[in-house]
């Protein structure tokens, strides 16, 4: 059950479209479209912003979207806004029947 | 609405025990997939256990043995009763729900989360 592997930071200016990778096994990210992202603030619960690879849940913006190329998901944020600075968390299930998280990365607006 | 709401975080010796709950409104926890994830001070999230709708569990390693993951339908509250706590057990815990589809397929992401509690395992 190794953690998914996430860069720990990504930065960019306001306006601006930052990816962030999320790399696993054919036993996790390869193996299902069960990829999920979460948002978490300080202090606060995560919030999911992705689910199933792609599929945004209602209230979410549209500036967040997703994808998966073999075992590696990503999250894009497209015209990066100030309130998109936060730490984000991949997930997969697995084929332990289990779910693994990423190490998360922090998400700095310059 | 939805709601989940975690209470029985404390303070602890390691060896100790401590029983959380998780009272769930808005929705029926029995079925439903129930899970339980943490978070360490300044750490990421790890996934803890799951309680699936048909009653099977299942545990991270770090936790089997040890951790008993529950529901009390009748209550429709979610527990987690941790037994030889340890140093590194220190978290925040997060009950989290798996949905439903309109067809009442499970889901496999967590759509709604609790506010967390903490628990601290220090002598």
């Known amino acids: 059950q190794s953690a998914l592997t996430q860069p720990a930071s990504v930065s960019g200016s306001p306006g601006q479209s930052i990816t962030i990778s999320c790399t696993g096994t054919s036993s996790d990210v390869g193996g299902y479209n069960f990829v999920s992202w979460y948002q978490q603030h300080p202090g606060k619960a995560p919030k999911l912003m992705i689910y199933?690879?792609?599929n945004r849940p209602s209230g979410v913006s549209n500036r967040f979207s997703g994808s998966k190329s073999g075992n590696t998901a990503s999250l894009t944020i497209s015209g990066l806004q100030a309130e998109d600075e936060a730490d984000y968390y991949c997930?997969?299930?697995?084929?332990?029947?289990?779910?693994?998280f990423g190490g998360g990365t922090k998400v700095t607006v310059l | 609405e939805v709601q989940l709401v975690e209470s029985g975080g404390g303070l602890v010796q390691p060896g100790g025990s401590l029983r959380l709950s998780c009272a769930a409104s808005?929705?029926?926890?029995?079925?439903?997939?129930m899970s339980w994830v943490r978070q360490a001070p300044g750490k990421g999230l790890e996934w803890v256990s799951v309680?699936?709708?048909?009653?099977?569990?299942s545990y991270a390693d770090s936790v089997k043995v040890r951790f008993t993951i529950s529901r009390d339908n009748s209550k429709n509250t979610l527990y987690l009763q941790m037994n030889s706590l340890r140093a590194e057990d220190t978290a925040v815990y997060y009950c989290?729900?798996?949905?439903?589809?309109?067809?009442?397929?499970?889901?496999?992401?967590?759509?709604?989360w609790g506010q967390g509690t903490l628990v601290t395992v220090s002598s």
């Open positions: 808005g929705f029926t926890v029995s079925s439903n997939y």
């Open positions: 997930d997969s299930y697995t084929s332990s029947s289990t779910w693994v």
């Open positions: 309680i699936y709708s048909g009653g099977t569990t």
């Open positions: 989290a729900r798996s949905g439903l589809t309109t067809f009442g397929v499970p889901r496999y992401y967590f759509d709604y």
């Open positions: 199933e690879v792609s």
